[in-house]
């Protein structure tokens, strides 16, 4: 454990959360500034974030909470704290956030150009609240961290939307909200099973009887199940990603997605390690399901975005199911997975909405010989598809085959999963066969390249992908550690 004369994690909530309440004051009468102010903020989080994350790792506590604040009492009769830290599940997510923050008010630059001071207000207070969601151990905390991202997130989809975008964001606001309900619910149930009561997670491991891990189980496979998504839960993300603005995609799928996956492994493993390992084979069946699915769909799609918010569905099956395996290489795999997928897919969605941008659509089917046309921005595509793709050139490709590693340790019969990879090689190739390689002279589009600062900011999202490869001990030296006392919970409860 790692203590510091400082409350960085604080910091890391409130100060995305100050700058987007002094925004509105600051730039009352001009916005000129504006991008820098809540770039300068997103980078003084990215530091932070660097610092923390560089100090568990050195000093191997991603086993343990780290940096911890607290408990202290907010309304003391109902067992709601402020306490928070950092292990080596949250640290990951917490940098991932960090830098995908900076690459969207950076990228927003070129995409959003109306009410700026509501959009980049709205962009801090997500990334404060979403580092709230990854640090809290009071389950009350969490949970209003929780709904605190739902708020932005339907109001980027509802205002800077696409033709459908009020339909879209209230499917969105119904789905994620009603399922952080029987999320609630759970954490409810859990604070009145132990003596004495507690929402605070440190209090209640361990102390869970079965019979009500099992019923939390089914609650948090509906409301973390809604948020990762898994089928059938998924329905609200195509509609929100088609009708999000770029930027927003790159948030949607990067980071909040990614607090699903996020809830299985802290609660269902941490709290819940015997009903995890009696009916682990129904959240890896899900998982399968999940990514299964999600491929064969993408693989039908003529708009190019609703094609990589079906990508997502797949590859979050892969946290699923490594989170359930009960092996280091799975868990670790799965949270090295949600790193990599919000880098690849970041770059993917903004690559749609640059794509949109200098052709006008994104019909997969109407875009002819990006080469020819846009050079930089069909090279950006191949290399965020190949990401996407899971080449091994990318860390992508490390950590998915850290879960197909741990599933097939569990059961050789999941090696029907190696299919994936080759579906999703499949329409990405497909994609790339018909927008970047085919002849331009049958486009009835004048296309328009990236200018320098556009593909710079872009060619930073590869940059944690081959560095994870090259060195990945970087994230599996904080995750492997977590990992372990995961597996060894689990191991009890089958014991």
């Known amino acids: 454990m790692i203590e510091l004369s400082f409350p960085i994690i604080s910091v890391l909530i409130a100060l995305p959360i100050l700058g987007a309440s002094l925004m509105p004051l600051i730039f009352k009468t001009s916005q000129k500034y504006i991008v820098i102010y809540a770039a300068i903020i997103s980078f003084i989080e990215l530091l932070l974030s660097f610092y923390a994350y560089r100090l568990i790792l050195v000093n191997g506590t991603g086993g343990s909470y780290n940096f911890i604040e607290g408990p202290i009492s907010i309304i003391r009769h109902f067992g709601i704290d402020y306490y928070v830290a950092m292990d080596g599940l949250s640290a990951p997510l917490v940098i991932i956030t960090s830098m995908l923050s900076l690459l969207v008010v950076i990228g927003s630059r070129d995409l959003i150009s109306d009410r700026k001071v509501l959009y980049y207000s709205l962009l801090l207070l997500f990334q404060g609240a979403i580092m709230g969601v990854f640090t809290s151990l009071n389950m009350i905390l969490f949970y209003v961290f929780w709904d605190v991202v739902l708020i932005p ?7 800077w939307g696409g033709p459908r975008r009020k339909y879209a964001a209230i499917k969105f606001f119904l789905f994620t909200f009603v399922g952080s309900i029987f999320m609630l619910f759970a954490f409810i149930l859990i604070y009145f099973s132990v003596a004495p009561n507690s929402f605070n997670i440190t209090d209640v491991a361990g102390r869970i009887p079965l019979g009500l891990q ?11 199940g809604v948020k990762l998504p898994i089928v059938p839960f998924h329905t609200w993300l195509p509609d929100a990603h ?26 269902n493993i941490g709290l819940l390690p015997e009903a995890s390992a009696q009916y682990a084979w129904v959240f890896i069946l899900i998982g399968v399901i999940t990514m299964f699915y999600g491929a064969f769909v993408a693989l039908v799609q003529t708009d190019i975005k ?9 590859h979050m099956g892969f946290v699923i199911l490594g989170a359930f395996t009960g ?17 690849a897919v970041g770059l993917m969605f903004m690559l749609s909405g640059y794509l949109h941008k200098v052709s006008g659509t994104r019909d997969i089917t109407v875009i002819k010989g ?14 965020g598809s190949m990401a996407a793709m899971a080449l091994p050139i990318f860390s992508s490709f490390l950590s998915e085959y850290m ?14 999963i190696v299919a994936i990879p080759v579906i999703t090689v499949a329409y990405f190739l497909w994609m790339l066969k018909r927008v970047v390689m085919s002849d331009p002279t049958t486009s009835r589009i004048r296309h328009h390249d990236l200018g320098n600062f556009s593909t710079l900011t872009l ?16 994230i599996l030296g904080v995750s492997n550690p977590i990992a372990e006392v995961y597996v060894n919970l689990i191991s009890s409860g089958v014991a």
Do not use: C, D
Request: no cysteine; proline share 5%; net charge positive.
């Open 403 to 416: 879960v197909i590693v741990g599933a097939i340790a569990v059961n050789p019969i999941y090696a029907v």
């Open 242 to 267: 088609v009708e999000a603005p770029a930027p927003i995609s790159v948030l949607l799928a990067g980071l909040l997605l990614k607090m699903g996956g996020y809830g299985f492994l802290r609660f």
């Open 327 to 343: 092996t280091v290489f799975g868990i670790s795999g799965a949270i090295f997975q949600m790193f990599t997928h919000a880098a």
């Open 459 to 474: 060619v930073l999202y590869l940059i944690p992908l081959v560095l994870t490869l090259v060195v990945p001990w970087l």
């Open 370 to 383: 990006l080469k020819f046309t846009s050079p930089r921005l069909a090279s950006l595509l191949v290399f």
């Open 153 to 159: 997130m339907f109001l980027f989809i509802g205002i």
């Open 214 to 224: 099992i019923i939390s189980s089914v609650l948090f496979l509906i409301g973390f």
């Open 306 to 314: 609703k094609m990589i918010a079906l990508t997502s569905v797949n």
